[in-house]
């Protein structure tokens, strides 16, 4: 029996998107997986700049420590302040913390006249928007970011952003990371995606993928369930399977539970293990996470059957790289409410403009 666990690891999560609860209601509401990301996420994050997203950021980082998540591998985008961003979210989780993979989320969607659409002609010529945004990502690298070339989605990418994308990686032999088939929009991901992924590729959601594809499987349960979207039944496939929120969050323990609850209503025979080993998986990208150390309000967190059934299991005490960051429940590097206070701030800026 052990209170402790190594840090945890959130393997798909939006810090840009900490800022979006509370935001005003879309002027229609969504009924379906597309009109979510034309009424929501792609609003909003049209209209973050630099200072939105550090405290979006910080907040989000503030808040995964504070659930013994220390490290978070993270997909970004902000159409309207793309050069530098991935330095800015790297800065604020360096500041409060947390040890964070990004990339730049490139996307055909805004067209070089500056509208939105909602679907891009697989033949259609790379946007100057999905060009800047590889740049961002080839620069951050190039820098000595740590993180990955991200592309949002094969449904708003050119064959010629995917294959660029997929250049850029293999220069820096970092993978691809990028949501694959989370709903009908992308259902037809797979047939495009199949002669350029490879193994170091995070492939994230798979709800519809309707064949296999070589990368790593981040599985999001509580989002998919928001968007109504379907179970992406991670055990049927072979790929190796990751535990992310998709930016609810980053309680790992609560996506853990979340996730068996999902899967047991899908087969009853199965067992905590298998998601605990899903959530083992992210130390892939974060080795070093295996040494961080979690001090837990619970006795028995090495054992999975008990684990799952327990709620309100919080933190006491996280351990990263030999400090102690979190005592006794607060942060000892940061002030929780001053974060709290700027995000807050900063919140009420873009809800203004929405
Ligand atoms: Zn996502």
């Keep these: 029996?052990?209170?402790?666990?190594?840090?945890?690891?959130?393997?798909?999560?939006?810090?840009?998107?900490?800022?979006?609860?509370?935001?005003?209601?879309?002027?229609?509401?969504?009924?379906?997986?597309?009109?979510?990301?034309?009424?929501?996420?792609?609003?909003?994050d049209a209209q973050?700049?630099?200072?939105?997203?550090?405290?979006?950021?910080?907040?989000g980082a503030a808040e995964a420590l504070m659930s013994g998540t220390t490290a978070i591998i993270d997909h970004h985008e902000s159409p309207n302040f793309i050069e530098g961003s991935l330095d800015v979210i790297a800065k604020a989780c360096a500041d409060i913390g947390v040890r964070v993979n990004t990339c730049f989320g490139a996307t055909d969607r805004w067209t070089d006249d500056g509208k939105l659409v909602?679907?891009?002609?697989?033949?259609?010529?790379?946007?100057?928007?999905?060009?800047?945004?590889?740049a961002?990502?080839?620069?951050?690298?190039?820098?000595?970011?740590?993180?990955?070339?991200?592309?949002?989605a094969a449904f708003t990418c050119s064959n010629e952003t995917l294959e660029a994308a997929t250049e850029l990686a293999k220069k820096h032999t970092v993978g691809v990371h990028i949501h694959v088939a989370e709903g009908l929009d992308d259902a037809g991901a797979g047939e495009r995606l199949e002669p350029i992924a490879s193994d170091d590729w995070l492939l994230v959601h798979c709800v519809?993928?309707?064949?296999?594809?070589?990368?790593?499987?981040?599985?999001?349960?509580?989002?998919?369930?928001?968007?109504?979207?379907?179970?992406?039944?991670?055990?049927?496939?072979?790929?190796?399977?990751?535990?992310?929120?998709d930016g609810i969050g980053s309680d790992m323990l609560e996506e853990f539970r979340l996730a068996y609850a999902r899967l047991r209503e899908f087969d009853i025979k199965e067992n905590p293990a298998t998601v605990w080993a899903w959530l083992e998986n992210g130390y892939h990208y974060f080795p070093e996470a295996r040494e961080d150390v979690v001090v837990w309000s619970y006795d028995a967190v090495d054992d999975p059957w008990k684990l799952v059934f327990t709620t309100g299991v919080h933190p006491v005490d996280v351990i990263v790289d030999g400090k102690t960051v979190i005592n006794n429940g607060m942060p000892t590097t940061f002030d929780i409410h001053e974060v709290r206070r700027k995000a807050s701030e900063q919140a009420k800026r873009l809800h203004e403009r929405l």
């Design 48 to 59: 973050l700049d630099a200072e939105m997203l550090y405290w979006s950021a910080a907040l």
């Design 1 to 44: 029996m052990s209170n402790r666990t190594p840090g945890l690891v959130c393997a798909h999560h939006h810090l840009y998107s900490t800022l979006a609860r509370g935001m005003p209601a879309p002027p229609s509401a969504p009924t379906d997986f597309i009109s979510t990301l034309q009424q929501v996420w792609w609003r909003l």
């Design 208 to 245: 519809l993928l309707d064949r296999q594809l070589k990368g790593r499987i981040v599985h999001n349960p509580r989002s998919n369930m928001n968007n109504s979207v379907g179970y992406s039944a991670p055990t049927r496939r072979t790929n190796t399977t990751l535990l992310g929120t």
């Design 136 to 152: 961002e990502c080839d620069r951050y690298l190039t820098d000595g970011g740590r993180g990955m070339v991200g592309l949002h």
């Design 118 to 134: 909602d679907s891009v002609k697989p033949h259609s010529s790379m946007t100057n928007a999905a060009k800047r945004a590889l």
